[in-house]
Each structure stands twice: as C-alpha cells, then as structure tokens.
C-alpha cells in the first residue's frame, strides 16, 4: 500500500501561484510514477501532469502547458506541483496518484493506469 497526503492548496487571485506538495509512505516511493489530476464540480477527473519515478520524464496536459511545473524528491518522498499564471478555470480539487512502473521510465496519463490516490486539496482561483 501507498498512502498519498496531498497539502498547500487554498485560495488565490487570478495571476497568482500556489505549490502542491503530495507526501508518500507505505512504499518504496521511486518505483512509482506520480500523476496529478484536478476534478471541478459537476465534470469528469481530468489529468494534469505526470512524471517518471526517476524525475526524468515529464508530461502535461495542454490546459496546463508552460503554467505548471511538476517535480519530485524521492529523498523526501514527496511530488509537487508548482501552479503559476493561475486562471479562474484551474479551480478545482487537485489529486496526486501513483503509479508503480520501475524500471519502465513511462508517465501514465489516465486514471486507470493510478493504482493509489490521495484525498485531494482544493484549490480556488478568483478572478
């Protein structure tokens, strides 16, 4: 089992920048890949951004696109998500995932291929 805690999520003006972290324990954390996603009321989960268990490989959803940065420290066991230029539309909980994948350096994109979750942090963007 992974137990994923995501925090730093909260309230901030359009424009403004806020840090995700996602902690992890349980498990050995650089065998998993880490995904982020971000659910609004009344819509579908929807990826963010993912990144390789070695830190080397990373991918973004195009919404997020040269805003958002994700990184890891596997000596801290932690994932973050660093959210700049953020718009009303970002408004949402945002969940950190994981996906066990060593030695294949792949970033899983979908839902499915997340085999652990965190509770999710919410995070809203006023205009």
């Known amino acids: 089992q992974v137990q994923l805690v995501e925090s730093g999520g909260g309230l901030v003006q359009a424009g403004g920048s806020l840090r995700l972290s996602c902690a992890a324990s349980?498990?050995?954390?650089?065998?998993?890949?880490m995904g982020w996603f971000r659910q609004a009321p009344g819509k579908e989960r929807e990826f963010v951004a993912a990144i390789s268990w070695s830190g080397g490989v990373t991918y973004y959803a195009d919404s997020v696109k040269g805003r958002f940065t994700i990184s890891r420290d596997n000596a801290k066991n932690t994932a973050y998500l660093q959210m700049n230029s953020l718009k009303p539309e970002d408004s949402a909980v945002y969940y950190c995932?994981?996906?066990?994948?060593?030695?294949?350096?792949?970033?899983?994109?979908?839902?499915?291929?997340?085999?652990?979750w965190g509770q999710g942090t919410q995070v809203t963007v006023s205009s």
């Open positions: 995932a994981a996906d066990r994948t060593f030695p294949a350096v792949v970033v899983p994109t979908t839902r499915n291929e997340y085999d652990y």
């Open positions: 349980g498990r050995t954390f650089s065998n998993y890949a």
